[in-house]
């Protein structure tokens, strides 16, 4: 294969549906035409083109083009984006500003060609031109791609993933369908593919762009909990999205059914329709469950009663009768759901529960979905607890992109009981992982709060569950004597039943401060964390204080308190280094959460005493150095764990002053302050306040507006799940056989 660059001077042909273009490429030494697939080619463009040379019967010698891709691109965006990416060393947002503003889309060429102009922008010197053409020729393939795909709102990180998909092959693959990237690359969806899809001229109505549309649907309704969605919603939806026949969007459905990406479930009259992981989950969770409900279990040969009494001698307690309720069906029973809101007595119910079962050595496993709230079983128990991934022993396949379990039916885990907290937060996808891996005969205790917000992904387990009425459960409703005095506790079961709350006791740990407008919100919470809390409760501002919000968007969303924030908890400082990252200042010391599960992100003590990896959504953890040189910034968690992140994985962190109630679930904080204002009504609910308020261990700050208040209180609906276990379970329980209906339409 040869390379030619050059501009195009002229297009003379372009078949707007196929693609095929004939135009004359100019260079320094000649003018020829090329021919080949290029639908976005546009005149003034200065390409590089790869391919051989033909001779046509009529028009003579001509340049067949395999692949192309942009030298300079046809706007400034895309230059400024790959400049100010963090790809090229020695530039930033501000230095790639000022380089742009002074040779505008001669940028690339006068980097490429001229180096040493670059002295005539102020700050640049001979060091530092060095460093940038260095870089600069280092990422060449990858340099083109950005340039490319920028204006389509694609990231530069984004960008990397997709180098590293398809190496230099990536512009042919999007040309030729830019719907394997919403398929293929995870973390670009069907929107942006669409939005290239119709730049390069693909027809509304192919097939490629129906399918893709409909599982993007499914996809999207999956982050709203939903493990299904009924057929009417979903051709109502994809045709919102696609703007297509119902008739076109029912015949992809078919076809993608026929391909097993899809599955059609008939319930009464209804279709129902699946992603085909989502109902192999569902089916599985259902199936299993039963499985362990109705397995036979070993017999301890015990006297319970008398078991409690030695445990309640031992350890100086007195349980009351739901607890002592729920250690017996623990005991007598395959499954078990323990439930219960703050102060009714989980804790110790679950304590004596391990105590009886070591007593009489059989071996306990303890688990919880998040590393914090595995952290936080293991400091109530004195025992160890996994996060979910651990104990199921991630592993990836052998090409590192899908991750699977270790622990699963065939290799199961070794435990004679199973017991899992903080179960309102799994979803169908990671309960149908766990229960593949619990051997039949093991006793599982699923322990939570069913008033909690669901989980964040598909499914509503523990309320399904619950609501089957078809495994055993106990609802622990006392609230104890010790737990009384806390109006944490007494106000979480007044939220609970809807009841007005009882704040501002003095002496007491549940406050509530008016303030009608944004701009007063805002400044009381900066005041309270940045001084009063820290000052009157001898608090530790970063680590003690955490602020709550409902929304992202917004004066008093996350997105927004964090950059406030910021500003006052983590000043900048001479001695502080700092990098900025896409409208993002990330400065030794701030504090950081990871958002998303990373199960083979290596991490180590700072002695290098100890190593290991895994970093989960909802570690928080703080700035601990920065390497410019390097690029990566280093985050310690846990106080004992270091982690490398690379300039190209920073949309794994993000600043976590203030994070939302849904990230903060199944962690603990002594202090949380909540701003009371204006959100859309789902995000004004009695569950998302319950959740945040239940969050403090020892105070609760509540600032903003009465009126939200009481209609948090008051709004006691919850955003309906498509799930259909409970159903499922029922149905299994009469019939034995689960629904399996694979119909057309």
């Given at each position: 294969?040869?390379?030619?660059?050059?501009?195009?001077?002229?297009?003379?042909?372009?078949?707007?549906?196929?693609?095929?273009t004939?135009?004359?490429?100019?260079?320094?030494?000649?003018?020829?035409?090329?021919?080949?697939?290029?639908?976005?080619?546009?005149?003034?463009?200065?390409?590089?083109?790869?391919?051989?040379?033909?001779?046509?019967?009529?028009?003579?010698?001509?340049?067949?083009?395999?692949?192309?891709?942009?030298?300079?691109?046809?706007?400034?965006?895309?230059?400024?984006?790959?400049?100010?990416?963090?790809?090229?060393?020695?530039?930033?947002?501000?230095?790639?500003k000022?380089?742009?503003?002074?040779?505008?889309?001669?940028?690339?060429?006068?980097?490429?060609?001229?180096?040493?102009?670059?002295?005539?922008?102020?700050?640049?010197?001979?060091k530092?031109?060095?460093?940038?053409?260095?870089?600069?020729?280092?990422?060449?393939?990858?340099?083109?791609?950005?340039?490319?795909?920028?204006?389509?709102?694609?990231?530069?990180?984004?960008?990397?993933?997709?180098?590293?998909?398809?190496k230099?092959?990536?512009?042919?693959?999007?040309?030729?369908?830019?719907?394997?990237?919403?398929?293929?690359?995870?973390?670009?969806?069907?929107?942006?593919?669409?939005?290239?899809?119709?730049?390069?001229?693909?027809?509304?109505?192919?097939k490629?762009?129906?399918?893709?549309?409909?599982?993007?649907?499914?996809?999207?309704?999956?982050?709203?909990?939903h493990?299904?969605?009924?057929?009417?919603?979903?051709?109502?939806?994809?045709?919102?999205?696609?703007?297509?026949?119902?008739?076109?969007?029912?015949?992809?459905?078919?076809?993608l059914?026929?391909?097993?990406?899809?599955?059609?479930?008939?319930?009464?009259?209804?279709?129902?329709?699946?992603?085909?992981?989502?109902?192999?989950?569902?089916?599985?969770?259902?199936?299993?469950?039963?499985?362990?409900?109705?397995?036979?279990?070993?017999?301890?040969?015990?006297?319970?009663?008398?078991?409690i009494?030695?445990?309640?001698?031992?350890?100086?307690?007195?349980?009351?009768?739901?607890?002592?309720?729920?250690?017996?069906?623990?005991?007598?029973?395959?499954?078990?759901?323990?439930?219960?809101?703050?102060?009714?007595?989980?804790?110790?119910?679950?304590?004596?529960?391990?105590?009886?079962?070591?007593?009489?050595?059989?071996e306990?496993?303890?688990?919880?979905?998040?590393?914090?709230?595995?952290?936080?079983?293991?400091?109530?128990?004195?025992?160890?607890?996994?996060?979910?991934?651990?104990?199921?022993?991630?592993?990836?396949?052998?090409?590192?992109?899908?991750?699977?379990?270790?622990?699963?039916?065939?290799?199961?885990?070794?435990?004679?009981?199973?017991?899992?907290?903080?179960?309102?937060?799994?979803?169908?996808?990671?309960?149908?992982?766990?229960?593949?891996?619990?051997?039949?005969?093991?006793?599982?205790?699923?322990?939570?709060?069913?008033?909690?917000?669901?989980?964040?992904?598909?499914?509503?387990?523990?309320?399904?569950?619950?609501?089957?009425?078809?495994?055993?459960?106990?609802?622990?409703?006392?609230?104890?004597r010790?737990?009384?005095?806390?109006?944490?506790?007494?106000?979480?079961?007044?939220?609970?039943?809807?009841?007005?709350?009882?704040?501002?006791?003095?002496?007491?740990?549940?406050?509530?401060?008016?303030?009608n407008?944004?701009?007063?919100?805002?400044?009381?919470?900066?005041?309270?964390?940045?001084?009063?809390?820290?000052?009157?409760?001898?608090?530790?501002?970063?680590?003690?204080?955490?602020?709550?919000?409902?929304?992202?968007?917004?004066?008093?969303?996350?997105?927004?308190?964090?950059?406030?924030?910021?500003?006052?908890?983590?000043?900048?400082?001479?001695?502080?280094?700092?990098?900025?990252?896409?409208k993002?200042?990330?400065?030794?010391?701030?504090?950081?959460?990871?958002?998303?599960?990373?199960?083979?992100?290596?991490?180590?003590?700072?002695?290098?005493?100890?190593?290991?990896e895994?970093?989960?959504?909802?570690?928080?953890?703080?700035?601990?150095?920065?390497?410019?040189?390097?690029?990566?910034?280093y985050?310690?968690?846990?106080?004992?764990?270091?982690?490398?992140?690379?300039?190209?994985?920073?949309?794994?962190?993000?600043?976590?002053?203030?994070?939302?109630?849904?990230?903060?679930?199944?962690?603990?904080?002594?202090?949380?302050?909540?701003?009371?204002?204006?959100?859309?009504?789902?995000?004004?609910?009695?569950?998302?306040?319950?959740?945040?308020?239940?969050?403090?261990?020892?105070?609760?700050?509540?600032?903003?507006?009465?009126?939200?208040?009481?209609?948090?209180?008051?709004?006691?609906?919850?955003?309906?799940?498509?799930?259909?276990?409970?159903?499922?379970?029922?149905?299994?329980?009469e019939?034995?056989?689960?629904?399996?209906?694979?119909?057309?339409?």
């Amino acid at each position: 294969m040869e390379r030619i660059e050059g501009m195009i001077s002229d297009i003379v042909f372009k078949n707007e549906d196929n693609g095929y273009t004939i135009a004359h490429l100019a260079n320094e030494k000649d003018e020829v035409v090329i021919v080949g697939c290029m639908p976005t080619l546009a005149q003034g463009e200065t390409i590089e083109v790869e391919g051989k040379w033909v001779n046509h019967k009529l028009y003579g010698v001509q340049f067949e083009v395999n692949k192309f891709m942009p030298v300079t691109p046809s706007s400034l965006e895309g230059i400024y984006v790959y400049l100010s990416s963090g790809m090229i060393h020695g530039i930033g947002e501000k230095m790639a500003k000022r380089i742009i503003d002074k040779f505008g889309l001669e940028t690339l060429n006068v980097i490429q060609s001229t180096p040493e102009r670059l002295k005539e922008v102020e700050g640049i010197g001979a060091k530092k031109i060095e460093q940038i053409v260095k870089s600069y020729e280092e990422n060449r393939d990858l340099r083109n791609i950005i340039i490319e795909l920028s204006p389509y709102g694609i990231t530069p990180n984004y960008c990397l993933k997709i180098y590293k998909k398809y190496k230099d092959k990536a512009i042919e693959v999007i040309n030729k369908n830019p719907y394997k990237l919403a398929e293929e690359i995870r973390g670009i969806g069907f929107k942006i593919a669409d939005n290239i899809a119709s730049k390069i001229g693909i027809d509304k109505n192919s097939k490629d762009r129906v399918s893709q549309g409909i599982l993007y649907s499914l996809n999207q309704a999956s982050l709203s909990g939903h493990t299904y969605l009924p057929k009417d919603v979903l051709i109502e939806n994809s045709r919102n999205l696609l703007d297509v026949s119902p008739s076109i969007i029912e015949e992809c459905i078919m076809d993608l059914v026929y391909d097993q990406k899809l599955h059609i479930e008939k319930r009464k009259n209804e279709y129902l329709i699946y992603l085909m992981t989502y109902y192999m989950s569902e089916n599985g969770v259902c199936k299993q469950i039963i499985k362990l409900s109705q397995a036979k279990i070993e017999d301890l040969n015990i006297n319970i009663d008398e078991e409690i009494r030695k445990v309640e001698e031992d350890e100086e307690i007195k349980l009351a009768n739901k607890q002592i309720s729920a250690v017996k069906e623990a005991i007598n029973s395959g499954v078990v759901v323990i439930t219960g809101g703050p102060g009714t007595g989980k804790t110790t119910t679950i304590n004596t529960i391990i105590k009886i079962f070591e007593n009489n050595n059989k071996e306990v496993v303890l688990a919880a979905p998040t590393g914090r709230a595995a952290k936080r079983m293991s400091e109530t128990s004195n025992k160890e607890a996994k996060t979910i991934h651990r104990l199921l022993e991630m592993g990836y396949t052998t090409d590192s992109e899908e991750l699977l379990f270790l622990k699963n039916e065939e290799d199961p885990i070794k435990a004679d009981v199973v017991i899992i907290d903080e179960v309102s937060m799994v979803d169908i996808l990671l309960m149908y992982s766990l229960l593949k891996a619990i051997k039949l005969g093991t006793r599982l205790i699923l322990v939570g709060d069913s008033d909690q917000l669901p989980s964040v992904g598909a499914g509503n387990v523990l309320g399904d569950i619950i609501n089957s009425e078809v495994i055993n459960k106990v609802r622990l409703n006392e609230i104890f004597r010790q737990a009384q005095e806390s109006m944490i506790v007494v106000n979480a079961h007044r939220i609970n039943s809807g009841q007005p709350l009882q704040l501002n006791a003095k002496g007491k740990d549940f406050f509530f401060i008016r303030k009608n407008t944004s701009e007063e919100i805002m400044s009381e919470i900066i005041g309270l964390v940045n001084e009063r809390l820290p000052k009157f409760y001898n608090l530790d501002k970063m680590k003690d204080i955490q602020v709550l919000s409902s929304m992202r968007k917004g004066d008093l969303g996350v997105t927004n308190l964090n950059i406030e924030l910021q500003k006052y908890l983590n000043k900048p400082e001479q001695y502080k280094v700092e990098e900025n990252f896409s409208k993002r200042v990330f400065r030794v010391a701030d504090k950081v959460m990871q958002i998303k599960n990373n199960y083979t992100k290596k991490w180590e003590t700072e002695d290098g005493s100890d190593s290991g990896e895994g970093i989960y959504n909802g570690d928080i953890g703080y700035i601990y150095h920065i390497d410019k040189d390097k690029k990566n910034i280093y985050v310690l968690f846990d106080d004992t764990k270091i982690v490398s992140y690379g300039y190209d994985e920073l949309d794994e962190i993000e600043h976590s002053f203030c994070t939302t109630i849904h990230k903060s679930q199944g962690s603990e904080f002594p202090v949380i302050v909540i701003p009371i204002t204006w959100a859309p009504p789902m995000l004004l609910s009695r569950n998302l306040l319950y959740t945040a308020v239940t969050r403090a261990k020892k105070l609760v700050v509540l600032v903003g507006d009465v009126k939200y208040l009481e209609y948090m209180i008051k709004n006691n609906r919850t955003n309906e799940r498509y799930s259909n276990l409970a159903y499922k379970l029922n149905k299994f329980k009469e019939e034995g056989i689960l629904l399996n209906n694979n119909e057309g339409f």
